[in-house]
């Protein structure tokens, strides 16, 4: 919005070019979001704290959380949508389908989550909207999505899975890229909503994996930087840095409230709308295998869980003490924020070798 005003005014004033630089707007991004959380974090603590909007807690989960966690608000996610929202909204170029695109994604699943919040507070359970139609909804919004987005989309390679480290390998997917796609952003959804389950654990990755596709997407929608990196130009691409750039702001933002002691959880509001929105950056960027490489920890924790359930169901026991894997730990005797200290290395780490596809090709 502002972006598009400012360029009305380039002729006059030629020092507004500088607007025109994906990279000045992808900082400009950050710090609008980093500022707007910080701001509304403390007067949006204290109006969830009045109202009650409490997270309820897991009874099956680790004993302590019912005495350390309970009482804690939750739907911290709003604060997060605000800033990305509102900083995308002025920063970036909303003629662009794929910023659009990633909008549609995070104020979606973001509304999704903050029913299933909503339902959590009313019923006063760690329930909220049943895993089936969650998963439905979730479903129908991202195909939805995808349908327009495709539409709307007509380079050749777009339905292509390119695999990193190597040059020319890639697998048409044809009318598959579709369900491919819905399966990439759901289930980027879910795992990044399972793994906030400690204070700051799900965050720290978020802002790593936003921060490695800021600079893929920049790449990839730079036809010299691509060229160079030998991988898929995506005219248009570039302008995505500028979302995550939002991410990344807004989610240190939230972490300066989110950290150890948390004084507030994102609930399903934050997790469910920043992780179907890495993965609709992931398939825009047709980086999906980079994602699962760079967002390792959400897929580990992802995994944890499906094998725990059908270990269960068919023998009867389970392989992990409790599931996702960050509680596992827990029932060993490991602090929380050893967990979360140690699995955001792991993230680094990951963040890192995923940086490095780009190269080793």
């Known amino acids: 919005m502002l972006y598009e005003f400012l360029l009305i005014y380039v002729e006059t004033f030629t020092f ?3 607007f025109k630089y994906i990279t000045f707007r992808t900082g400009l991004a950050f710090f609008t979001s980093l500022f707007i959380a910080l701001l509304i974090g403390g007067p949006f603590i204290k109006l969830f704290s009045n109202k009650k909007i409490f997270n309820p807690i897991r009874e099956d989960g680790p004993s302590d959380h019912i005495v350390k966690k309970i009482g804690t608000p939750t739907m911290g996610g709003i ?8 900083s995308v909204i002025l920063w970036a170029d ?7 695109f990633c909008l549609y994604i995070v104020s979606s699943f973001g509304l999704l989550g903050a029913f299933d919040d909503y339902k959590k507070i009313r019923d006063t359970s760690s329930k909220g909207i049943s895993s089936r139609l969650k998963i439905l909804i979730q479903l129908f919004l991202a195909v939805f999505g995808l349908i327009v987005l495709t539409y709307f989309v007509k380079y050749d390679e777009f339905n292509n899975l390119y695999f990193p480290f190597f040059k020319n390998l890639f697998l048409n997917l044809s009318w598959f890229f579709v369900p491919f796609s819905v399966f990439v952003i759901v289930g980027s959804s879910n795992a990044v909503n399972l793994t906030d389950g400690l204070d700051g654990l799900a965050t720290v990755p978020v802002i790593l994996v936003a921060g490695c596709f800021a600079f893929i997407s920049y790449v990839t929608g730079n036809i010299v930087f691509s060229n160079y990196l030998q991988i898929l130009y995506i005219e248009g691409a570039g302008e995505i840095s500028i979302f995550c750039g939002s991410i990344i702001g807004a989610c240190l933002g939230f972490l300066w409230f989110n950290a150890p002691p948390a004084k507030i959880f994102m609930g399903d509001t934050g997790s469910l709308s920043l992780g179907g929105s890495l993965g609709a950056v992931g398939i825009i960027t047709k980086h999906e295998i980079v994602l699962a490489i760079t967002g390792g920890l959400f897929v580990l924790e992802a995994l944890s869980v499906m094998v725990q359930v059908i270990s269960f169901k068919l023998t009867g026991k389970r392989i992990f003490k ?20 140690r699995f955001w290395i792991i993230s680094i780490i990951l963040a890192m070798i995923g940086l490095a596809t780009l190269k080793l090709r």
């Open 16 to 18: 507004l070019n500088v």
């Open 79 to 86: 604060i997060i949508l605000i800033g990305i929202i509102f």
């Open 94 to 100: 909303l003629s662009n389908i794929y910023i659009l």
């Open 322 to 341: 409790m599931a996702p894997i960050h509680h596992h730990f827990e029932k060993k005797g490991w602090p929380e924020s050893t967990v979360v200290i």
